[in-house]
């Protein structure tokens, strides 16, 4: 019974590269949630998707990032162009069902920490 | 979103309980408290959650104001597992499940 999964761990970029992030939610979940964690702050909710649809994306910069959750594979968070400010650590979460008023709980990954050089 | 107040950092003594506060005075009557923890280098990991009445599992135990502006995180054993920083958030607009995570509190357990 596999967890949340994110791959890779640790993902190192050149400044104007492009990074992609995968997430796999826990078996049975249709709901995939990213988050960003700065050295010594709280994690920031970016974006929350369904199969094939972006929910809320009220946390994600407006340039260079996207995300996007397909019928068939991994949720992807992709960068471009990353700059040095880009450098964190970003976990998915999933849940089985969207809960009715806030009572649904989540599942994160270990996250895959960013470091632009 | 309704914000909540933690201490920054508390400490324990291994195997003593531990109570840790959180303040959410502007809670809504349909706001649940979730609890979850981040240990180092780990994603966080939910512990409990309620929304009115005090709560159990293996983990811990939520305990939750009358009036619900401030609950408390009930350890009853602290562990040095148990070391991570703790988050208390509100979670309860409609149609999303997003948590907004503040700063936490830091849990240190002295052996």
């Known amino acids: 019974n596999a967890g949340v999964m994110q791959n890779p761990r640790h993902l190192v970029r050149r400044r104007g590269q492009e990074a992609r992030l995968r997430c796999s939610p826990m078996k049975g979940h249709s709901h995939v949630y990213w988050y960003r964690q700065l050295p010594e702050e709280g994690l920031k909710f970016m974006v929350y998707l369904q199969k094939e649809n972006i929910i809320d994306e009220s946390g994600m910069p407006k340039e260079r990032f996207s995300a996007e959750f397909p019928k068939e594979g991994p949720s992807i968070l992709r960068i471009q162009q990353v700059v040095r400010g880009d450098s964190a650590a970003y976990f998915c979460?999933?849940?089985?069902?969207?809960?009715?008023?806030?009572?649904?709980?989540?599942?994160f990954g270990s996250g895959t920490q960013l470091s632009v050089l | 979103d309704a914000k909540t107040t933690q201490p920054n950092s508390m400490e324990s003594n291994e195997e003593e309980p531990v109570h840790l506060p959180c303040n959410h005075s502007?809670?809504?009557?349909?706001?649940?408290i979730h609890w979850y923890r981040q240990l180092p280098s780990q994603g966080p990991e939910y512990v409990i959650h309620g929304l009115t009445s005090n709560v159990n599992n293996r983990m811990a135990s939520l305990a939750i104001a009358e009036d619900r502006k401030s609950s408390t995180l009930i350890l009853h054993r602290a562990t040095l597992r148990d070391a991570a920083v703790y988050y208390c958030?509100?979670?309860?607009?409609?149609?999303?499940?997003?948590?907004?995570f503040g700063t936490g509190t830091r849990l240190t357990v002295i052996p």
């Open positions: 958030i509100l979670s309860g607009r409609t149609g999303a499940n997003n948590l907004f």
């Open positions: 502007t809670i809504s009557g349909t706001d649940y």
């Open positions: 979460a999933s849940s089985l069902l969207q809960g009715s008023g806030g009572g649904e709980k989540l599942f």
